[in-house]
């Protein structure tokens, strides 16, 4: 059985490819990597085919995470089913998820921030507009939330 995850921002080069690589990071030292798939994608196609925002990449570069070969997407309907948790980085595309899930797939969506341990954050703050420190926070949460997924993906498949 493999368990699938799907990261969902707005354009799919910021915080969902950030949380896609550190995810796959962490599964990967967890030996989870033959159970678990990862994937990150937009609620809107603005970036489709781009890499991740060289600012991105470069905070990420700097923990040791290498972005460079992710590519921008846009959710996919079919993405609804064939995901088992749908993660989204804050309130409006987790609104926007909904919307497009049929009411069977609804519980399937969450915020990803729901698996942090250190933030009481609800949402990871989109840093594409700001100034460059957003993205060392966005790391921040995201670390912080893929080791609470990591450890409840870890329970669901009995290797805790």
């Known amino acids: 059985m493999t ?29 989870l990597g033959d159970k678990v798939e990862v994937d990150s994608a937009g609620t809107h196609g603005y970036h489709v085919g781009e890499a991740p925002d060289s600012r991105t990449q470069r905070a990420a570069a700097v ?15 079919q993405d ?4 088992d948790l749908i993660l989204a ?8 998820l909904q919307r497009m899930a049929a009411p069977e797939q609804q519980e399937r969506i969450k915020l990803f921030m729901e698996y942090a341990r250190n933030f009481d954050d609800d949402e ?14 966005v790391l921040d949460m995201v670390e912080d939330a893929s080791l609470g997924l990591v450890d409840e993906i870890k329970q669901k498949l009995g290797r805790a």
Do not use: W
Request: hydrophobic residues 35%; proline residues 4%; aromatic residues 12%.
């Open 63 to 77: 923990r040791g995470y290498n972005l460079s070969q992710l590519r921008a997407r846009k959710v996919a309907r």
């Open 3 to 31: 368990f699938r995850v799907l990261l969902v921002c707005m354009g799919n080069i910021c915080r969902s490819p950030t949380a896609e690589g550190v995810l796959r990071h962490f599964i990967k030292i967890n030996n």
């Open 89 to 96: 980085m804050d309130k409006s595309n987790f609104d926007n």
């Open 124 to 137: 990871v703050p989109d840093p594409y507009y700001g100034l460059g420190h957003g993205f060392d926070l």
């Open 80 to 83: 609804l089913d064939y995901f």
